[in-house]
């Protein structure tokens, strides 16, 4: 983490895990300038305040037309439940939230996993921010959209990605502030291909940008030292950092490989370097850690 470079984490952890996570950042020496958690109390009081309304009228309820009342009560229920494991809508209101507040001119890494939908949240969030859906087709975009055969968001949070992407497009003109989006394989199965294949089925649009360089595709890393080389590639690290994060990794085990240089050498003979010099440089390198 540089000087001057902020670093934000968003979870859908909820919000009482606060206490926990900060002391996990505390023991790592782990600065940060914001921590985003989730509030489940919201969908929770909402669904005992229905509860409370049909109770005290149950009488009215019972004289109305009995399916018709039953399906409401179940969409309701639905898509409140659906809001409290949520994390497309969640992650995306907060990125399009901190992004009205930063300079237009300031560029984004988005680092996350591919155990829920990180990969698909940071390529929509590029979708948006070029401006690529109109805003007044944004919140019917989404209260019908589907990902991994499951609809993905209910109409209020539709309804508020719709106002903060056209904030967004409104403050900073349609472009895509993403440099990099960096996913990390904790699902060994689901590499770069497999992610772009998912996106590409939610939201068949999204692939010739991909293709065009308009949008930053995921990319799988699968350890510490891969993502030190992506860093690499960036200018955000040197290459003294990435032997730091090599010398950490070797003698470790990660989903029962153990890390040691003939690993980490195979690591750096299959990346794709930006500039070749780096690829001698570091393998040199570890040949002498």
Known sequence: RKEGIPLFFVSASPSFFRRTLEGVFDRFQIGHDGL???????????????TFE??????????????????????????TMQSMVDQIAYKLTVLLEQRTMM????SEILIGDNTESDYFIFTIYQHLLLGAIPPDQIEEFFYHLNFHDREAITRDSARRIA???????????????????????????????????????????IRP?????EIR???????????????????????????????????????????????LLAVVDRFPFKKQVHREQIKKALAEL
């Open 36 to 50: 985003f958690l989730k509030n489940l109390l919201g969908p929770i009081n909402n669904i005992v305040r229905k």
């Open 103 to 106: 300079p237009a001119q300031a």
């Open 217 to 263: 595709p995921p990319v799988a890393y699968s350890n510490a030292f891969e993502l030190a080389l992506l860093a690499l590639n960036e200018s955000l690290f040197d290459a003294g950092s990435v032997l730091r994060v090599a010398q950490a990794c070797l003698g470790q085990v990660l989903r029962d490989e153990q890390l040691d240089r003939p690993t």
């Open 209 to 213: 940008r991909i293709e065009a360089g």
């Open 54 to 79: 049909v109770l005290s009228n149950i009488e009215e309820y019972m004289t109305q037309n009995m399916s018709d009342a039953m399906e409401r009560s179940a969409k309701f229920l639905g898509s």
């Open 163 to 205: 106002t903060l992407t056209e904030k967004n497009l409104t403050v900073h003109g349609p472009l895509n502030p993403v440099q990099a989006v960096w996913i990390h394989q904790a699902r060994p199965e689901t590499g770069t291909n497999e992610m772009l294949a998912s996106i590409t089925e939610a939201v068949a649009e």
